[in-house]
C-alpha cells in the first residue's frame, strides 16, 4: 500500500526533529498500533459481543447509581 501525501509530510516534519524526539513518537505510534491489534483481535472474538454488552451494562449501572465522574478534557492523556 502506497503512503498517502499527508503521512509523507508528517514524516517529513518529524524528520527535522531531534532524534529523541523522533523515537519517542516512534514508539507512541508503534504502541498505538499494537492497541489496535489488540482491538482488532478481540472484536474478532465471537465472544467479544457478550463481554461489551456485560462491561456496558455495568458502565451504566455504576452512572445510575452515581458512581461515576465526569471526565474533564484536560484530564485525558
Known amino acids: 500500500m502506497?503512503?498517502?501525501?499527508?503521512m509523507a509530510a508528517l514524516i517529513q516534519e518529524i524528520e527535522t526533529l531531534p532524534a529523541a524526539m523522533q523515537d519517542e513518537?516512534?514508539?507512541r505510534i508503534r504502541a498505538e498500533l499494537e492497541a489496535e491489534r489488540?482491538?482488532?483481535d478481540l472484536f474478532a472474538d465471537p465472544r467479544s459481543?457478550?463481554?461489551?454488552?456485560?462491561?456496558a451494562a455495568e458502565a451504566?449501572?455504576?452512572?445510575?447509581q452515581?458512581?461515576?465522574l465526569p471526565l474533564e478534557p484536560e484530564d485525558i492523556r
Do not use: H
Open 2 to 6: 502506497a503512503m498517502t501525501s499527508t
Open 38 to 40: 489488540r482491538w482488532d
Open 66 to 68: 452515581g458512581e461515576t
Open 60 to 64: 451504566l449501572d455504576k452512572f445510575n
Open 49 to 55: 459481543e457478550d463481554l461489551l454488552s456485560r462491561l
Open 25 to 27: 513518537l516512534a514508539e
